[in-house]
C-alpha cells in the first residue's frame, strides 16, 4: 500500500525557511510577506489583485517542496514516467483547487477571515488558464490531477497558448469574441525556466551524407529555427506529497537570427523574425474538432512535440539511460492526432541526432507511444495536404514515407492482393490531393489505441479504424473517460460534499465507489429532505448569477433543465430548443396548460467560423426574448443562455442542474464529460443512447435515466436508406407547428431569413437526424416532467445517481491506463 501524506505537522518540520509552514500563524506571516515583499504593498494600498497574487504565492509555496521532492524521484533511472502530450490543457482556476488538495481550504477561509478578506472575492480574482476548447482539454486536466492523486510520476507536456479560449459576450442574442488576456496580471503558478529551451526548426531541405563508419545518414537543412523555452506549473495530487510538473512551451526567436539580420543592417528583418516566431505560441485554435489546412496549426503541434520529446531524450540521457531503453523509462500518450508528428520526430532523434538504426528505433517508438482517439466525425480527423506537410517538415515526410513503405508491405504480407486495403490504411490518402493522414501514422506508430468510451471503442474497431483492429487486434483496447471529483464535486459542490462526508465519511473522494454507501439512506425522508435544501441552495447561487450576467429572474422552484457544452449540430442545442418551443405553443394554444415550470439554461462557446452554431445561439436567445416576456407563460417557462461557459463558472452550473441534456445523435458524441459531471452533482440525464450516457445509464439503472432515440445502429441503417426528414415532418403536426413558428418570423420581429438557413437544413439534409428523435425526445420530456412532479420520487433517483456514479472518476480511468497501457506503478513522494 502506498503511503499517503498524513500530519501537517510532519510537513512542517520539513520546511525550508519558514515558507511551508503550514500553521494557521506560519500561513498568515507568509500571506503578510508576500504582500510587502512579492507584491510590493503595504497591506493598506494593497489592489485585490496584490492579495490575490499574495495568497496564490502562498499556497504555491505550500507546492514548492513537494514538487522539488517529486522532480528528484523523476530524476531515478528505475522508474517510469508517463508524458501526456496535449495540444490542450484546461486546467480551471488553481488557487481553490490546490487549497483543496493541500487540506487547507477551510484554515486559509478563517486566516483570510481573520485578516478582513473575503476568500471568495480572492478566488474570484484569478484568471482561469482557458488552453483548450472543451472535452479533450479538461480530461487532459482531470488526467494530471489523478495521475498526481495517484501518486504516479507523470508530466504534461502542451503549448503556452498567450491567448486561450476566446472570451465570449453576447450581444444582441449573437456571439461576440474578445481575446482572452489571461497572462495580462502575471500568473503566479508557473514558473518560466529560461534555461531549459531547445531549437525547433522547419522548411529547408534534407541532405544525404556518409558517417564516419560510412553509415548513410541524412541530415536536415532547416529554413528557420524558433527557440522554445519550458514555463512549468505544479499539479498536486489529493492529500498526497507527489506533486507532477505541467511543462508549456511558449515559442521565441533564436538570438543568433536576430544579430546575423541585426549585423547586416537588417533590422525590421530582425523584428520580423521575432514576430513569427513568437506567433507560433499566440493563440488557440477555438475549433472543437479540428479545422483542416491551417500552417500555423501544424507548427504549433511539431513545436510542443519536438520540445517535449527533445526534453525526454535530454532528461534520459541525463540519467545515463541507453536510448534503445527509452521506452521503459518513458510512456508516451498522444492526446488525439493533434502530437501525432511525434511518432516521425522520435525516429528522427533517435536516427538522425542519435545514430541509431532504423529497426530499434522504431521498436523503441512503437514501444514508447500510445494513441488516445477522441472522435468518429470523419470531418475531424486530422490530415494535412503532403505539400504543406512536407514544405514545412522535409525530413518527417521522407521518415513517414518510410515507415509507409515497411508498413504497406506487412499489409500486403498478411492480405496479399487485397490493394484497396492497402490503399485504405496508408498513412498517405491519394485517393485526390494527396495528404498525411494522422490517426494512421499514430495507429502504426504506437502499442495501444483507445476509444473513451465502450460504444465509441466499439464503433473505431467497427469502422473508423476497422483495417487496423483486422490486422492488429491486440492493440486496440477501451477507456472510458472520467472526471475528477475534487475540481467537480468538493470544490464545486461544498454543500452535497458535507451531506454526503457526513453520512459515509470522506474516504469517497478518492474512492469514490464508497459512494454506493448512499444508497441506503435513500429511504430515509429527511436524508432526502437534506438533499433537496443543498440542491436548492445550489440553484439560488445559480440564480443570482444568471441575473447578474444576464439580467434574467429565474425560479429556483423551477426545474432547472441545462445543456451546457460546446455549440455544434451534432450535440443538437437545437433539439433541445424544437422542445422548448412545443411546450411553448402548448401554452399559446391554452394558456391554461399545465406545464411543469422550468429554467432551460445553454450555455458553450461556437467556434468563430461555425455559422451554423452561432445561428443557433441566436435562435436559442431569440426563443428566450419571446418565452421569458410572454405574458400567457406567466414565468413558467424561462430560457436563458449563460454567456461565457467556461471551468470557472461550470463550478456553479453543474451542481444547481436537475435535469442534464445530453441529446446527441446516437454514434457522434465519442464520450462526453459534462455527462459524468452532472450526474455527479444529482442531476438526472435525458440523453440517448450514445457515448459515455450508455455506461452512465448501465451504472445508474434504466430506471434512473430518461432514454431516448435512435440507436448508432439505427442512425447507419437510416442513412443507408436514404432518410427523409420531411416525412417525419409530414407526420407529426406538432413538429410542424415548431417548425412554423421558427420560420414564420415569429422569433426574430417577422424576419423570415434570419432563421432559414437553420430550418432548411433541418428540412432538407437534417444530417443529425433531429426531426427523427424529436417525437421520442418529446415523450422522454413527458416523463421527466412527471418523475419531477413527485419530488420524493425524484429526490431518491437524484440520490441514487450519486451513488452509483463511482465509475467515472478519473481515478479509475487513470489506473486502468497505468495499468493496461503505461505499465506505471504509484512512487510515493516523501519529505524528507
Ligand atoms: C472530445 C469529444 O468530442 C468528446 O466526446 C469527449 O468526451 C472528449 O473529447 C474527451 O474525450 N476534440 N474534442 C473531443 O474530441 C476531439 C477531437
Redesign the pocket.
Known amino acids: 500500500m502506498v503511503k499517503r501524506f498524513e500530519a501537517r505537522q510532519s510537513a512542517a518540520d520539513v520546511c525550508v525557511g519558514g515558507r511551508s509552514d503550514m500553521s494557521l500563524e506560519g500561513l498568515r506571516r507568509t500571506f503578510r510577506e508576500h504582500v510587502f515583499y512579492t507584491q510590493g504593498r503595504f497591506p493598506m494600498g494593497a489592489s485585490r489583485n496584490d492579495l490575490y497574487m499574495a495568497l496564490a504565492y502562498t499556497v504555491r509555496d505550500q507546492l514548492l517542496h513537494r514538487w522539488i521532492r517529486t522532480v528528484e524521484q523523476l530524476g531515478r533511472e528505475d522508474i517510469k514516467i508517463v508524458s501526456y502530450l496535449s495540444a490542450e490543457f484546461l486546467l480551471g482556476p488553481h488557487l481553490e483547487n490546490n487549497l483543496i488538495n493541500l487540506g487547507l481550504y477551510e484554515d486559509v477561509r478563517r486566516t483570510a477571515e481573520e485578516e478582513g478578506l473575503d476568500i471568495q472575492v480572492l478566488f474570484d480574482q484569478e484568471e482561469e488558464p482557458g488552453l483548450g476548447?472543451?472535452?479533450?482539454?479538461?480530461?487532459a486536466a482531470c488526467y494530471l490531477d489523478s495521475l498526481a492523486t495517484l501518486e504516479i510520476p507523470a508530466m504534461g507536456y502542451g503549448i503556452r497558448y498567450e491567448f486561450g479560449i476566446f472570451d465570449q459576450e453576447i450581444r444582441d442574442g449573437w456571439q461576440v469574441e474578445h481575446t482572452d488576456q489571461w497572462l495580462r496580471l502575471g500568473n503566479p503558478w508557473e514558473i518560466a525556466r529560461p534555461e531549459i529551451t531547445y531549437h525547433v526548426n522547419f522548411g529547408g531541405r534534407t541532405e544525404p551524407y556518409e558517417d564516419e563508419q560510412g553509415r548513410y545518414r541524412v541530415r536536415w537543412i532547416p529554413y528557420r529555427t524558433v527557440k522554445g523555452v519550458a514555463y512549468d506549473t505544479p499539479i498536486l495530487g489529493y492529500r498526497v506529497n507527489t506533486c507532477n510538473l505541467l511543462r508549456l512551451w511558449k515559442a521565441e526567436a533564436v538570438e543568433s537570427f536576430e544579430f546575423e539580420a541585426f549585423n547586416v543592417g537588417d533590422y525590421y528583418g530582425a523584428v520580423d523574425q521575432k514576430i513569427y516566431s513568437e506567433n507560433i505560441t499566440k493563440v488557440l485554435y477555438p475549433n472543437?474538432?479540428?479545422i483542416q489546412g491551417k500552417q500555423l496549426r501544424l507548427e504549433q503541434q511539431y513545436f510542443f512535440v519536438s520540445c517535449s520529446l527533445q526534453d525526454m531524450v535530454r532528461i534520459y540521457k541525463l540519467l545515463g539511460g541507453d536510448l534503445s531503453r527509452f521506452s521503459s523509462h518513458f510512456a508516451i500518450q498522444l492526446n488525439?492526432t493533434h502530437p501525432a508528428i511525434g511518432v516521425a520526430e522520435l525516429m528522427r532523434l533517435l536516427v538522425d541526432e542519435n545514430g541509431m538504426d532504423w529497426e530499434p528505433a522504431w521498436e523503441v517508438t512503437c514501444n514508447t507511444f500510445g494513441y488516445?482517439n477522441?472522435?468518429l466525425?470523419p470531418e475531424?480527423l486530422e490530415k494535412w495536404p503532403v505539400d504543406l506537410f512536407a514544405g514545412l517538415f522535409p525530413r518527417h515526410m521522407e521518415i513517414i514515407y518510410e515507415i509507409n513503405r515497411r508498413f504497406l508491405d506487412e499489409v500486403r504480407n498478411r492480405f496479399p492482393g487485397d490493394e484497396d486495403r492497402v490503399a485504405r490504411m496508408s498513412l498517405i490518402d491519394e485517393s485526390g490531393e494527396r495528404y498525411v493522414r494522422m490517426a494512421h501514422l499514430a495507429c502504426v506508430g504506437s502499442h495501444a489505441v483507445n476509444g473513451?468510451?465502450e460504444l465509441?471503442t466499439r464503433l473505431l474497431k467497427e469502422e473508423v479504424l476497422r483495417d487496423f483492429y483486422e490486422m492488429m487486434p491486440e492493440k486496440f483496447n477501451n477507456k472510458t473517460?472520467g472526471v475528477t471529483p475534487r475540481r467537480f464535486v468538493v470544490l464545486s459542490n461544498p454543500g452535497l460534499s458535507r451531506l454526503i462526508t457526513g453520512k459515509i465519511g470522506e474516504t469517497w473522494v478518492s474512492r469514490p465507489e464508497e459512494l454506493r454507501r448512499l444508497e441506503k439512506f435513500v429511504d430515509d425522508p429527511a436524508f432526502r429532505e437534506e438533499w433537496r435544501r443543498v440542491k436548492l441552495e445550489n440553484k439560488k447561487n445559480l440564480a443570482r448569477l444568471i441575473r447578474e450576467r444576464t439580467g434574467i429572474e429565474v425560479d429556483p422552484s423551477s426545474m432547472f433543465d441545462i445543456q451546457v457544452k460546446r455549440l455544434h449540430e451534432y450535440k443538437r442545442q437545437h433539439l433541445n430548443v424544437l422542445h422548448i418551443i412545443a411546450l411553448y405553443n402548448r401554452i399559446k394554444q391554452d394558456p391554461a396548460y399545465d406545464v411543469c415550470p422550468r429554467t432551460f439554461i445553454f450555455g458553450g462557446k461556437a467556434a468563430p467560423g461555425y455559422f451554423m452554431a452561432k445561428r443557433i445561439i441566436k435562435l436559442i436567445n431569440s426563443v428566450a426574448d419571446v418565452v421569458n416576456h410572454d405574458s400567457d407563460v406567466n414565468g413558467r417557462l424561462k430560457v436563458v443562455f449563460f454567456p461565457d461557459f467556461n471551468v470557472k463558472n461550470a463550478k456553479f452550473i453543474y451542481p444547481a442542474a436537475d435535469l442534464s441534456e445530453q441529446i446527441s445523435t446516437a454514434g457522434k458524441?465519442?464520450?462526453?464529460?459534462g455527462n459524468m459531471k452532472f450526474s455527479m452533482n444529482g442531476a438526472l440525464t435525458i440523453g440517448t443512447l450514445d457515448?459515455?450516457n450508455v455506461e452512465i445509464r448501465e451504472e445508474v439503472g434504466a430506471e434512473n435515466f430518461f432514454l431516448f432515440g435512435l440507436t448508432a445502429e439505427d442512425v447507419t441503417s437510416l442513412q443507408k436508406n436514404g432518410y427523409q426528414p420531411m416525412e417525419y415532418y409530414r407526420s407529426n403536426p406538432e413538429l410542424q407547428a415548431v417548425i412554423e413558428r421558427i420560420s414564420s418570423g415569429y422569433f426574430s420581429n417577422g424576419d423570415q431569413e434570419l432563421f432559414s438557413p437553420l430550418v432548411d437544413s433541418l428540412l432538407f439534409h437534417d444530417t443529425f437526424m433531429l426531426l427523427a428523435d424529436f417525437g421520442a425526445y418529446m415523450d422522454a420530456q413527458r416523463q421527466v416532467e412527471e418523475a419531477y412532479r413527485d419530488q420524493e420520487r425524484w429526490t431518491r433517483m437524484s440520490i441514487l445517481n450519486v451513488a452509483r456514479m463511482g465509475k467515472f472518476s478519473s481515478d479509475r480511468a487513470i489506473r486502468e491506463y497505468c495499468k493496461d497501457i503505461w505499465k506505471v506503478e504509484p512512487v510515493p513522494v516523501t519529505l524528507e
Open positions: 476548447n472543451g472535452g479533450l482539454g479538461r480530461l472543437d474538432e479540428p488525439d488516445t477522441h472522435t466525425l475531424a473513451v468510451a465509441h473517460n458524441e465519442a464520450s462526453g464529460t457515448g459515455a
